[in-house]
Nanobody, 118 residues
Framework: VQLQASGGGLVQAGGSLRLSCVAS????????MGWFRQAPGKERKFVGE????????IYVDSVKGRFTISRDNAKNTVYLQMNSLKPEDTAVYYC????????????WGQGTQVTVSS
């Protein structure tokens, strides 16, 4: 199983980026896909997640209204649209997958760097 994240980069404050994460190696029926981030010197933190059917999305308060998670199950891909970026959004962003029936994320991507300049 492999999760490949991409789309990171350097952007000015107020700008936008879209991250993608492609899962391969198996099908992920009934799995939740999520995004986490880890800022320099800090612990990895939850950003948001989306249910298998896309009917449920959850976000951490700090990104609500600015970030949107979507997925394309036919492509085994999850997206993170990030708008109105702030310097404090600077981090390595990771995608991950868990079963709908557990709270533990089993599979993780390698991370993609997002840097927001002020």
């Amino acid at each position: 199983v492999q999760l490949q994240a991409s789309g990171g980069g350097l952007v000015q404050a107020g700008g936008s980026l879209r991250l993608s994460c492609v899962a391969s190696g198996r099908t992920f029926n009934n799995h939740v896909m999520g995004w986490f981030r880890q800022a320099p010197g800090k612990e990895r933190k939850f950003v948001g997640e989306i249910s298998w059917s896309s009917s449920v999305t959850i976000y951490v308060d700090s990104v609500k209204g600015r970030f949107t998670i979507s997925r394309d199950n036919a492509k085994n891909t999850v997206y993170l649209q990030m708008n109105s970026l702030k310097p404090e959004d600077t981090a390595v962003y990771y995608c991950a997958v868990r079963s709908t029936w557990t709270d533990v994320y089993d599979y993780w991507g390698q991370g993609t760097q997002v840097t927001v300049s002020s």
